[in-house]
């Protein structure tokens, strides 16, 4: 049995399950230099897709559409899809919101379409060790449209609604970017800048979340949202938290903005205290609200937590919930955003007449490199082992872009289309942060051969996915000063030779170099821009002069 999961909208692909294995997962984003979570463009891409996996329309028996705004069904793309969550008509998020019949390559094909949170609640469920235990876990979906909403996936893999913890939408937080910061104005209309979430998590760094501050957004959360005002009762009558296009909740979440942002400005407080703030605060009601309502729903005991949806790439947040003692284990995939839905999608109708259950699925599932033409002139290519490139790095203290393999799954890169460079340097976090053209506040990731991971960080447990916060060990601070956050902080990837053997390799000789098995990484591609799909793109952007890819080794000649 072949499924195919299609997103269409923002962060859209196209995902493929034979037998409850995950065969790929091509996201638009990674593909043609294509911007940041983009949707697909047209249903045409589909079959193009396939064919480059090996696929045709006709190998496949089950086509499922992930569903989008709304609290009813809508239209993307000419196809009918189900609404953004599940309703009262429709109370069961584990079952089909419609059906219909769509044209993909000329051929029509029946396709089965589910809510757009049923997309998330499967990719992290089925993905999760409790999946594969048969264990069940408690489910938090926080999108940027939508409310945070929980869900429990029993034993046997059925879902339970479990309503919304409180009414504000994940996106709340990225909009107070146009109040506070380096990118204050006056508002904007429409969705927030989706880069603006992890600007504003790494410029609050700046800043502390003083009492005084913490008091004026509970005040003007009360008031614009959770509150008895006619206000907030008028917020709540008019948003249910299904999908920002289709209700006005970036209307009212710029109108608590403004709010919070004149209540600052007269108490002369700064951006950055305000953010520190207003993450503190949020932070603090994702926690309790969550405790408060498992402990009433399910008991007193700990229990699973898988957390999803794109508030679950917040790593403040998502430490702070593993902390606390209410839960046993936490599991957030390594695509907790759209980039995920399709494969939610195939996994949730796979376990429509059966509940929910595990699929085989890996991290290195993307699309593959595009073949590289001969390079042009001014760009010299010799064969380079991974080794050799480690000690290239280590001798000349140079970034190199890494393109190796297929891409891995979800937002970040994760090692395999990343720039590298050595974190011994404290001018190389400002280069890289040049290079993207990022602000010079924003941090960059260090990776770290997992067996010394809690030797240089703390905790340092496994960390593959890049998705908790770590600190780094006082007596390594200044041997690694790149990687080494505004906060104390550090956004840790370890590796293992199983998790990726390139980059655990570039690792390991490079620490036999250095002495230090940490590098720095962000990510290859142009600001605002997905990762590069080829080293021919890596070579027109221009501004690494060395590239590695699959064991052959690009210079531009003028260095």
């Keep these: 049995m072949i499924t195919a999961g299609l997103k269409l909208t923002k962060g859209g692909g196209v995902a493929l399950l034979g037998d409850g294995k995950l065969e790929f997962n091509i996201e638009i984003q990674k593909l043609d230099n294509n911007p940041r979570h983009s949707g697909v463009p047209d249903l045409e891409i589909v079959p193009r897709l396939l064919a480059g996996q090996g696929y045709e329309i006709g190998d496949v028996d089950e086509w499922v559409v992930d569903g989008w705004a709304g609290t009813a069904p809508g239209r993307v793309l000419g196809v009918r899809v189900a609404p953004y969550l599940e309703t009262a008509a429709s109370p069961d998020p584990g079952a089909p919101g419609l059906r219909g019949a769509m044209t993909l390559g000329g051929t029509e094909v029946a396709y089965t379409s589910y809510p757009h949170l049923t997309s998330h609640i499967a990719a992290a469920y089925c993905t999760s060790p409790f999946a594969a235990e048969g264990a069940p876990s408690v489910v938090l979906v926080w999108d940027g449209d939508s409310f945070p909403r929980l869900y429990h996936v029993d034993a046997g893999g059925r879902i339970e609604p479990g309503g919304a913890l409180f009414p504000l939408v994940g996106d709340f937080y990225a909009l107070a970017a146009e109040f506070f910061g380096p990118t204050r104005r006056d508002g904007g209309d429409g969705a927030p800048d989706p880069l603006s979430a992890g600007n504003l998590m790494a410029y609050l760094a700046l800043g502390a979340a003083k009492d005084e501050i913490l008091a004026v957004v509970r005040e003007v959360v009360e008031t614009h949202f959770t509150g008895g005002s006619e206000g907030a009762r008028d917020y709540r009558r008019s948003v249910v938290g299904c999908g920002g296009s289709a209700e006005p909740s970036y209307r009212f979440a710029r109108a608590a903005l403004l709010d919070l942002r004149e209540r600052a400005d007269r108490m002369g407080a700064a951006d950055a205290d305000v953010l520190a703030g207003l993450h503190a605060f949020m932070e603090q009601l994702l926690v309790e609200r969550l405790v408060t309502r498992v402990r009433a729903w399910k008991g007193d005991g700990p229990v699973n937590l898988c957390f999803t949806g794109g508030c679950a790439l917040n790593i403040k947040w998502n430490s702070a919930l593993r902390a606390d003692p209410a839960i046993r284990e936490m599991w957030v995939p390594p695509f907790p955003d759209d980039s995920g839905s399709s494969i939610g999608a195939a996994a949730a109708h796979l376990g429509r007449e059966t509940g929910l259950r595990p699929i085989e699925w890996s991290l290195r599932l993307g699309p593959a490199l595009t073949r590289q033409p001969h390079p042009p002139d001014d760009w010299s290519l010799s064969p380079c082992r991974p080794e050799e490139l480690a000690r290239l790095l280590?001798?000349?203290?140079?970034?190199?872009?890494?393109?190796?393999?297929?891409?891995?799954?979800?937002?970040?890169?994760?090692?395999?289309?990343?720039?590298?460079?050595?974190?011994?340097?404290?001018?190389?976090?400002?280069?890289?942060?040049?290079?993207?053209?990022?602000?010079?506040?924003?941090?960059?990731?260090?990776?770290c051969l997992a067996s010394r991971a809690a030797e240089i960080f703390d905790p340092g447990t496994p960390d593959p996915y890049m998705l908790y916060e770590h600190r780094i060990r006082p007596e390594w601070v200044d041997r690694i000063p790149a990687i080494q956050h505004l906060d104390g902080t550090a956004r840790l990837q370890t590796v293992t030779a199983d998790d990726d053997p390139v980059l655990s390799t570039i690792l390991r000789e490079y620490a036999t170099w250095s002495g230090i098995p940490?590098?720095?990484?962000?990510?290859?591609?142009?600001s605002g821009g997905g990762f590069f799909p080829d080293v021919a793109s890596a070579m027109r952007w221009g501004r690494v002069d060395v590239i590695w890819s699959d064991g052959v080794l690009y210079q531009r000649r003028s260095m």
């Design 518 to 526: 940490v590098l720095c990484s962000t990510s290859a591609g142009p």
């Design 394 to 447: 280590h001798l000349t203290g140079r970034p190199a872009v890494v393109l190796s393999g297929r891409g891995k799954l979800g937002p970040r890169a994760l090692g395999s289309r990343s720039v590298l460079a050595p974190a011994v340097h404290g001018g190389t976090r400002r280069l890289l942060n040049e290079l993207k053209q990022r602000d010079e506040h924003r941090p960059v990731t260090p990776i």
